[in-house]
C-alpha cells in the first residue's frame, strides 16, 4: 500500500471511480446503496471533493472494497475478467417483487447500462425521469410486462422489445413472473 499522502489523496478518486466501474454500477446506484448524495460521489471521483471517514466508510462498503484495497498498486498483465453468476452486482431494494442484476461492464458505466429483471407475481419498477435524453430499450425474454413511459402504455409478451423515453416518468410492471433484459442509454 502506498504511504504517501499526496499518492492516497491522487489515487483515491481513480480507484474509487474504478471499484464503482467494476461493480457496474451507476453513480445514482452507489448513491442508493451508500446514502451519499450522486453529487457527492460525483465531485468525490472527480477529485473536487476529499470524503470525511463516515462518507469513505459508506462508499466502500457499497462498493463492497475495503480501504486497503483502493490503494494497493494495481497490477497490468492480460487477463479475462469473469464474474460468476453469484459475483454479479444486483440491486435489491428498488421496486416491488423484482431483483435486478447489473450486467453493464465497467468500461461502459454512465453511457449504456444493462440490467437483467427477473419479477416475481405482481413486481413492479416504477422509476423517476433520468437525465435529458435518456432512453430504455426492453426486451421481455420470460412472461410478460406492461410498460410505462409517461402517458404510453404499452402490453409486451415474450420476445417484444420495446424502446422509449426514461426522461419522463416509467415503469414495468408483471402480473405473473416474468425476466427483462434492460438497456438504459444516459444521455
Request: proline residues 4%.
Amino acid at each position: 500500500m502506498t504511504e504517501n499522502t499526496d499518492d492516497i489523496l491522487t489515487l483515491l478518486p481513480a480507484r474509487l471511480k474504478e471499484a464503482r466501474r467494476a461493480k457496474g454500477l451507476s453513480l445514482e446506484a452507489v448513491a442508493n446503496l451508500s446514502g451519499v448524495s450522486r453529487s457527492m460521489v460525483s465531485q468525490i471521483e472527480r477529485g473536487e471533493s476529499s470524503p470525511t471517514i463516515s462518507t469513505l466508510w459508506n462508499l466502500t462498503r457499497a462498493l463492497q472494497v475495503d480501504f486497503a484495497g483502493l490503494l494497493e498498486e494495481t497490477k497490468t498483465s492480460d487477463q479475462i475478467e469473469v464474474l460468476r453468476q453469484a459475483e454479479v452486482p444486483s440491486i435489491d431494494n428498488m421496486g416491488t417483487n423484482c431483483r435486478i442484476r447489473i450486467l453493464s461492464p465497467p468500461e461502459e458505466a454512465g453511457g449504456h447500462e444493462v440490467y437483467d429483471i427477473r419479477f416475481d407475481h405482481d413486481g413492479t419498477l416504477n422509476s423517476q425521469p433520468h437525465a435529458r435524453g435518456t432512453r430504455e430499450q426492453l426486451t421481455v425474454l420470460e412472461g410478460a410486462v406492461r410498460v410505462t413511459s409517461g402517458t404510453a402504455i404499452s402490453e409486451m409478451q415474450q420476445g417484444d422489445t420495446a424502446r422509449y423515453a426514461a426522461d419522463v416518468t416509467h415503469s414495468i410492471a408483471s402480473k405473473g413472473p416474468a425476466r427483462v433484459f434492460l438497456i438504459v442509454k444516459n444521455a
